[in-house]
């Protein structure tokens, strides 16, 4: 019986579909078919009920899942114990931030592939927040502020925000001087977020109000640099744009608390290598590019 036989099925049953589970792995959906054929085969039962909509599990395919999962983790970690030192070998699925996450975190992914050539890298790069365990995610890159989970963190590094507009707003529009001031003007917005605010050791929450919303931090940015509203938005993506002029802070006595970048991974008693390595490296790509962060060097 092919482990990778068995990891297909896995994949299959998780994503609810053949398709899916192709995508998922990066191959065509006639390998994922001929994987699970063969596997039935040699079972000689059928895991699996093929309709319009995807794939569910027979009762055979639930009981059958639950081991052919635990024997795939089993056999990654024997691998590892084995090789605690060598090349990493399998798959990484992780899921990146779109906003920065091609530019910041990108190069991390990169070099972790150079340095591990027979590792396949799959990142998927969206702001969504991604169902690791239903979608099949060894790790994500969250940046934030985390809410309570059954997921583990990891933090990576620092960070932080500040409160913009462009000069052109502030010329048309005035800029805020009081916390309460805010609630007069155009939010940039990612949907109905809440804005934390520090004033002295308190953090003020606030119900911001605006015509423009995208669910891309980039794309805020672009918004505020025309002067579309006030964009409450991380340093990495408005230090060049404050430098320049072309955005200016606001209510700096009132920042957003201290963010942070971290790898959340499934829950589980020791993650994996492949996942440890990452993290690291992303650790160390903070500490190396203190400037691509919107810190000074």
Known sequence: MDIEDLRTFVDVADAGGVSAAARRLGVSKSIVSRRLFKLEAELGVQLLLRTTRGAALTEAGVTFREHAARIGAELETARETIL???????????????????THFAPALADLSKRH???QVHAAYSDRFVDLIAEGFDCAVRVGYLAESSLIAKRIGPITGRLV????????????????DLA???ALMQGTET??????????????????????????????????????????LTHDHVASGRLVP??????????????IRPPGQHPAR???ILTDMLIEHFRANPALWGRDV
């Open 195 to 236: 804005w934390k605010l520090t004033d002295g050791d308190k953090i003020i929450s606030f119900q911001p109000q605006g015509q423009f919303k995208a669910d891309n931090g980039t794309a805020l940015t672009v918004a505020a640099v025309a002067g579309l509203g006030i964009g409450y938005l991380p340093d990495c």
């Open 184 to 186: 007069a003007h155009h």
């Open 250 to 263: 606001i209510l700096p006595n009132h920042p957003p608390p201290p963010a942070a970048a971290y790898v």
């Open 274 to 276: 492949k996942v440890r």
């Open 165 to 180: 507009a462009s000069p052109d707003y502030i010329k048309t529009h005035g800029a805020p001087e009081t916390l309460e």
């Open 117 to 119: 050539p027979e590792l």
């Open 84 to 102: 605690p030192t060598g090349a990493l070998r399998g798959r990484l699925r992780v899921a990146m931030p779109l906003s920065f996450g091609p």
